[in-house]
């Protein structure tokens, strides 16, 4: 894991990396870390749950999908704006997502496809983008003054 922070005008952005393989009990690990970390910051146990949802749903795509099955790297990159918002990216190598992305409910008859309907209705802002070689899922989730700590 590796921190960082950077200022931004008076408030401090805080970044952190998280990286671990593409293995369904590492990857869980994973998304249970970042919300311990959220937690040191975040007072309001509803909204640690979504991040915890949003997390495992993502981190269990890559387990089914980027590497068919394979391990491979998995990282979530945190930034967060303490009082503000927090963002996620969660990143892989693998084969990414093909061109129809959908952040729409696949509906009752469908075996699969919930995963990223889900995160989108539990943040403020979703992306699937590829870039550098890097298959990465944005969240962003505004989340009010009253649900940090003080």
């Known amino acids: 894991m590796e921190d ?6 008076e408030e401090a952005v805080i970044r952190k990396v998280f990286r671990t393989i593409s293995h369904p009990g590492d990857s869980r690990q994973l998304a249970k870390d970042v919300v ?4 040191q910051s975040l007072d309001d146990p509803d909204t640690l749950s979504d991040l915890d949802i949003i997390l495992t749903e993502a981190c269990a795509n ?3 999908h980027a590497y068919e099955g394979a391990p491979g790297d998995l990282e979530v990159r945190l930034r967060l704006e303490f009082g503000q918002w927090v963002e996620l990216e969660i990143v892989d190598w693998g084969k990414g997502f093909g061109p129809e992305v959908r952040f729409e409910n696949p509906g009752p008859e469908s075996e699969g496809g919930r995963g990223l309907y889900i995160m989108c209705m539990l943040a403020n802002s979703c992306q699937v983008r590829h870039q ?8 962003h989730k505004d989340i009010g003054q009253s ?3 003080s």
């Open 36 to 39: 311990r970390f959220l937690s």
């Open 132 to 139: 550098d070689g890097e298959n990465v899922v944005f969240i």
């Open 62 to 64: 890559v387990c089914r």
């Open 4 to 9: 960082r922070g950077d200022s931004v005008g």
């Open 147 to 149: 649900r940090w700590k």
